[in-house]
């Protein structure tokens, strides 16, 4: 665990890690929007042109290893280098554009002596676009097989490390190496980006501190990050050996696995029910084979030692037990297999298997399924006649990411051996028929949804995500890895009492919506019931016969009703707008919903599970919602009780009328159409209908429910319905994304304005009735 002396994990870093060792050299960089962040990056244009947001920029894919293959030059003694082609990084050049420049930055998989690495990273760079990290070994050691390897690949696999060298306690070293290796990569992407208009792609988890360096020091870049990696292209082989794996395995039925040796595939596993298999169907002993390929480690320890020495043992009893003369039930390749090898195995193999305990995108499955469905020269080595029906069959664990997408496979839990065994015996004696079926399906998923599809995919989305960068203002806040970014539209800025005093003056028809908590009273009072203070500004508000104020909370009736007793003319709005009323003398309206409430005999044993489970949160029922609140229970616990809860609800109330949404501390279910931004539009409606077009439109609240109402009072169709476009005021509560064009501070900031607005419509109030008269004529 980390020594609790280390709360902030950059306090790991040496003094000098946020800032760049060297000065990199930059390509010429053009101003984005004048003024803004003008002191960060410091680039500008003589005219103050604005750049371009379109994905016109190179594409920078940054990964631990650069896709190239490196070798001494037996001859000269110089370098060789030349790409893997069946490297993905490089088939992710289909998705983009012919004329997209890509550049590659990572590291190299053999060390270069420090004499060379200038010349080395000029020919790359000029030859192949790359632009290699060099970390040193020690370095490179401690980064990859030690904190990757050993801490993150393991926790993202939901296992703690099983070595006991590692496994004790945190390392320190470790982790400033994993920052330290990260910041190079960082440096590197420095020397050759466009800030303004390129795009960097981060991939996996070796470099997930990156994008907070890079976003340090360029705001507004275009990043994005993947965590696993994706499909493969759909041609991924061109050439088969010699016809031997045919001839070897010729009249058996051949299941096929392909893994890396360590704790996590679940190899051991594998072997012990392809036993119970053979245990269990004795006809098939000598008429079945399993070949388990096993890649070389990534990593080094006691484990995978352990666990290949497991694989082994099991394999020699099995062969002992059921093989004979030229048989064996389990062949296992211990060695670096060439590609083309594989890809025989795949095409000649009835079935293949994936029993990993625990994976992210595995691609073994769609290597597979392209290599079943053959080319020519395949067709021809394996003797298959030209238009030859297709067949293939996978059976995959259920713990690994590619599952969900593969519906004609058979899934297993890896751990029970007897479930696994009965799959194989599924998978190798299916009808053939139905076996083209389950591939058919496999095969068009795969063949649309290759490398190129995933690339050009993931751009399209990054380019959107980053369309309104240059728009939009930017401040960097926080320090070491709690580093963070906000941007906010140039148009975002405070209310002036000032402005809406004056616009409060020149208008006489007016519509004021307040949110109650968080915004008439703080969410951290323990008095929830307002204040004298509030309920006097109110009253002044309402005795104004311009004004129409609302309070729009998601509040039970019964509640708000007791507290604004004292507020005659006061409208409310509760539950979210489900009941509303317009003064304390009228009736109670409800709005329409489809169907009826049956959900809450669904929903409400569901939460209570949740409210038993988790200390201090329990359960609001309201006439049009139940909410679960878990603002006194411990924060953490409380926040992964909600996300599963949200997961739970939205499963469990698919098919009914209703949505369910996270707020400030609550999951909360209602029925649909149920928004502040409904009833807001339903009262400025009636107002128009009753001859009364409101001319002033002030929204304040805080919280995400008051989105809808500011999106109501600024669409431009609920605008133009009304004779006279109003002066409109949207108003968040604290600074922040918002679809609001102003925003206060505070509940105090907010009192302080409707103070202003009160004493304003007292004055109004107080003047003689003719000159009450004359505005009301100019109005008209």
């Not at 010429?28 to 379109?54: C, F, H, L, Q, Y």
């Not at 893997?84 to 983009?96: A, I, P, R, Y």
């Not at 269990?280 to 070389?296: A, D, R, T």
């Not at 609240?701 to 669409?715: A, H, K, L, P, Q």
Request: glycine share 6%; hydrophobic share 35%.
């Amino acid at each position: 665990m980390v020594s609790s002396s280390c709360i902030n994990l950059s306090d790991l870093v040496s003094g000098d890690m946020f800032n760049s060792s060297q000065t990199p050299r930059r390509l010429p960089r053009v101003m984005t929007v004048p003024g803004i962040i003008s002191d960060v990056d410091g680039w500008k244009t003589n005219d103050g042109d604005v750049a371009s947001s379109e994905c016109r920029g190179k594409k920078i894919i940054v990964a631990n290893f650069l896709p190239l293959q490196a070798q001494r030059d037996t001859e000269s003694g110089g370098w060789s280098f030349s790409f893997e082609e069946d490297s993905l990084l490089l088939q992710m050049k289909d998705g983009f554009s012919s004329d997209t420049k890509v550049v590659y930055v990572g590291s190299l998989k053999v060390d270069v002596d420090l004499s060379e690495q200038d010349e080395v990273s000029g020919r790359l760079l000029e030859e192949f676009n790359c632009v290699p990290t060099f970390l040193p070994p020690d370095l490179q050691k401690k980064f990859y097989h030690g904190f990757c390897k050993h801490y993150l690949w393991s926790l993202f696999h939901y296992m703690l490390p099983m070595c006991p060298e590692y496994g004790n306690r945190f390392d320190k070293l470790l982790w400033q190496a994993y920052l330290s290796a990260n910041k190079i990569f960082a440096e590197k992407i420095v020397e050759v980006i466009n800030p303004e208009e390129d795009y960097v792609w981060v991939h996996d988890y070796h470099l997930m501190v990156l994008p907070t360096f890079l976003r340090k020091r360029f705001h507004r870049v275009k990043l994005g990050f993947f965590l696993h990696s994706p499909f493969p292209s759909s041609e991924i082989y061109r050439t088969l050996p010699a016809k031997e794996i045919v001839q070897q395995f010729e009249g058996k039925k051949l299941i096929v696995g392909v893994d890396d040796m360590d704790i996590f595939k679940g190899i051991s596993l594998k072997v012990l029910a392809m036993e119970r298999l053979l245990q269990q169907h004795q006809e098939l002993q000598g008429n079945v084979v399993l070949v388990q390929i096993v890649n070389p480690a990534r990593s080094t320890g006691k484990d995978v030692q352990e666990a290949k020495r497991e694989v082994y043992e099991s394999t020699q009893r099995i062969n002992n037990a059921f093989g004979f003369s030229g048989y064996e039930p389990v062949v296992l390749i211990d060695r670096r297999v060439t590609f083309c090898e594989k890809t025989a195995y795949y095409a000649f193999a009835d079935c293949c298997i994936v029993n990993a305990l625990r994976d992210g995108m595995n691609l073994v499955p769609y290597k597979y399924t392209v290599c079943r469905q053959g080319t020519s020269k395949m067709d021809e080595a394996l003797q298959i006649a030209d238009g030859s029906p297709r067949t293939s069959m996978l059976v995959v664990s259920e713990f690994i990411g590619c599952s969900p997408s593969l519906g004609g496979a058979i899934r297993v839990n890896p751990w029970n051996i007897d479930a696994v065994a009965d799959a194989l015996n599924t998978a190798i004696t299916m009808p053939d028929v139905e076996k083209q079926l389950r591939h058919e399906k496999h095969y068009r998923f795969v063949s649309s949804h290759d490398a190129a599809y995933w690339a050009q995919s993931f751009i399209q989305d990054l380019g959107r995500a980053c369309e309104e960068h240059y728009s939009k203002n930017c401040w960097g806040f926080g320090f070491g890895l709690n580093f963070r970014t906000l941007s906010l539209s140039p148009t975002f800025r405070k209310l002036s009492e000032e402005n809406i005093v004056s616009a409060h003056g020149r208008t006489c028809r007016r519509a004021i919506f307040l949110d109650y908590d968080g915004t008439l009273v703080p969410h951290s009072s323990i008095t929830k019931s307002p204040s004298p203070e509030v309920i006097l500004i109110l009253n002044n508000l309402c005795s104004d016969p311009k004004n129409t104020v609302f309070i729009v909370s998601g509040r039970g009736q019964n509640s708000l009703s007791d507290w604004f007793v004292q507020c005659e003319n006061l409208g409310i709005a509760a539950e979210h707008g489900y009941f509303i009323r317009w003064s304390r003398l009228s009736e109670w309206e409800t709005i329409p919903v489809a169907g009826d409430f049956g959900w809450k005999r669904i929903a409400e044993p569901v939460m209570k599970l949740y409210a038993e489970a988790t200390d201090g949160s329990y359960i609001e029922s309201k006439e049009s919602a139940l909410v679960w609140h878990y603002q006194d229970a411990p924060p953490d616990f409380g926040s992964c009780q909600a996300k599963e809860l949200m997961d739970h609800l939205e499963s469990v109330l698919a098919n009914e009328p209703v949505v369910v949404k996270r707020g400030r501390q609550i999951v909360e279910v209602k029925a649909q159409g149920v928004t502040k931004g409904f009833v807001t539009e339903k009262i400025l409606s009636t107002m128009t209908s009753n001859g009364k077009p409101p001319d002033f439109v002030l929204c304040i609240g805080d919280d995400r429910s008051d989105e809808d109402m500011f999106e109501t009072i600024s669409n431009a169709a609920c605008i133009s319905s009304l004779p006279v476009p109003p002066e409109v005021f949207a108003c968040t509560v604290g600074q922040k994304p918002s679809k609001a064009s102003y925003y206060l501070h505070d509940t105090s900031d907010v009192l302080s304005l409707l103070r202003s607005l009160a004493a304003a419509s007292s004055s109004t109030t107080a003047t003689s009735g003719r000159r009450t008269e004359v505005c009301f004529e100019s109005c008209s």
